[in-house]
Nanobody, 124 residues
């Protein structure tokens, strides 16, 4: 079993930055592919970014490419999402996800474990 706990959400003005963290426990973190998803009110959960178990491969949704950076520190059992140039349309609950395997891409059903989510609100 894998437990995931997100932190770092909050309220920020458009153009600002936030860094989300996701601390993992319960299984060897370095054996998991990781990802971030988000869900805005009234919308389905959508893919944001994913990273391979070594951190060598990353993949982004077009809507965040060039603004967000996913990374991980296997020594700290933590993954991160650095979000720059935030826009009001980035407002959502952001979820950390973990998957068994070396790398997963955008399919929500590929991910086996989920955190509780952290709210990100971007004001205009």
């Amino acid at each position: 079993q894998v437990q995931l706990v997100e932190s770092g959400g909050g309220l920020v003005q458009a153009g600002g930055s936030l860094r989300l963290s996701c601390a993992a426990s319960g299984r060897t973190f370095s054996s998991l592919a990781m990802g971030w998803f988000r869900q805005a009110p009234g919308k389905e959960r959508e893919f944001v970014a994913s990273i391979s178990w070594t951190g060598g491969i990353t993949y982004y949704a077009d809507s965040v490419k060039g603004r967000f950076t996913i990374s991980r520190d296997n020594a700290k059992n933590t993954q991160y999402l650095q979000m720059n140039s935030l826009k009001p349309e980035d407002t959502a609950v952001y979820y950390c996800a973990a998957a068994y395997g070396t790398m997963k891409y955008r399919d929500i059903y590929d991910f086996d474990h989920w955190g509780q989510g952290t709210q990100v609100t971007v004001s205009s």
